[in-house]
């Protein structure tokens, strides 16, 4: 089965945290941590940073690594990298997603996150 190596970013804002909606593809409706794949040469956190300025218009400092989450979709494996981000310029604009929300810790459920995160979201949970 291929892999898919993708990083992804839990910006948090004080007690909140952002989470989006993904607009397209197989996922659609799917709430994630905002990213995507690694390409060649990148290393992880340069990936993010590019990543959340191409899809949210901005600019991102990479904190702390919260896991690397692996998980077996039915028709590929995910190697997914986390990290916690701050924003250092700029507001989230959805350039791709069809929503977004800053959650809480207790609202992290509120929303339903795609398989491979919930993984993520029960690490944050038990870091806060
Ligand atoms: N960014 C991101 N992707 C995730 C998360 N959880 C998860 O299963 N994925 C999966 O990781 C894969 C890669 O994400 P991506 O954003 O590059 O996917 P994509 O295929 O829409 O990107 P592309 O259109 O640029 O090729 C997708 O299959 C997506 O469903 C998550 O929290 N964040």
């Excluded at 397209?24 to 290393?43: I, M, N, S, V």
């Excluded at 916690?84 to 459920?109: D, F, M, V």
């Amino acid at each position: 089965m291929k892999t898919i190596e993708v990083v992804a970013g839990v910006i948090r804002d004080g007690e909140k945290f952002f989470a989006t909606q993904r607009g397209y593809g197989e996922f659609k409706d799917g709430w994630e941590f905002p990213g995507g794949k690694l390409e060649p040469g990148e290393t992880p956190e340069e990936a993010l940073v590019r990543e959340l300025k191409e899809e949210l218009a901005i600019d991102i400092l990479v904190k702390d690594f919260i896991c690397t989450v692996e998980y077996d979709y039915p028709k590929f494996h995910l190697t997914m990298h986390c990290f916690y981000c701050e924003i250092q310029r700029g507001t989230p604009q959805l350039l791709e997603h069809e929503n977004a929300k800053w959650l809480s810790l207790a609202e992290l459920n509120s929303v339903n996150f795609l398989p491979a995160d919930v993984e993520v979201v029960k690490k944050i949970k038990r870091e806060f």
